[in-house]
């Protein structure tokens, strides 16, 4: 059972304390870092994965929290924010390919998926840029 369903249903017993204290030991032991600078471009971005991979080894995972929080090197003029963040998601693309791993960019939706009957959130509905469609891999969207 899920920590959570245990919890709820007041059912955490003694014997399920051996197993959860190991896997959040397992889960100290992975190489975890983490970036909360507040303002960051993917060329930091890129610089902190090389220092990461040349102390590692390699990267597996990179999460982005959020791409619209990402800024860009210099303005390109006459460039509309939309504009921007496909040049986003580009550089995030190059990342994944350079560094070979997988890159979860994580992106605010448009708020009028609250207005609709249907919650399910589509390609469509993702906030500032068509881009996420088409650099994307794969796309999910969680609703309630």
Not at 28 to 43: H, K, Y
Request: glycine share 4%; proline share 3%.
């Amino acid at each position: 059972m899920f920590l959570d369903v245990l919890l709820k249903r007041n059912a955490l017993r003694e014997s399920h304390w051996n197993p959860l204290a190991k896997a959040c030991d397992d889960a100290m032991a992975l190489p975890f870092w983490l970036n909360d600078n507040p303002v960051i471009t993917t060329s930091q971005i890129k610089g902190d994965l090389q220092d990461i991979q040349a102390r590692c080894g390699s990267v597996s995972l990179v999460i982005v929290d959020y791409v619209q929080l990402i800024e860009l090197m210099r303005r390109e003029r006459g460039q509309n924010r939309v504009q921007e963040i496909d040049s986003i998601l580009k550089q995030l693309r190059a990342i994944a390919k350079q560094f070979n791993c997988a890159v979860l960019g994580l992106a605010q939706l448009k708020r009028e998926v609250d207005s609709r009957s249907q919650k399910r959130p589509t390609k469509a509905d993702f906030r500032e840029s068509g881009g996420f469609e088409q650099e994307a891999a794969v796309m999910l969207g969680l609703y309630p």
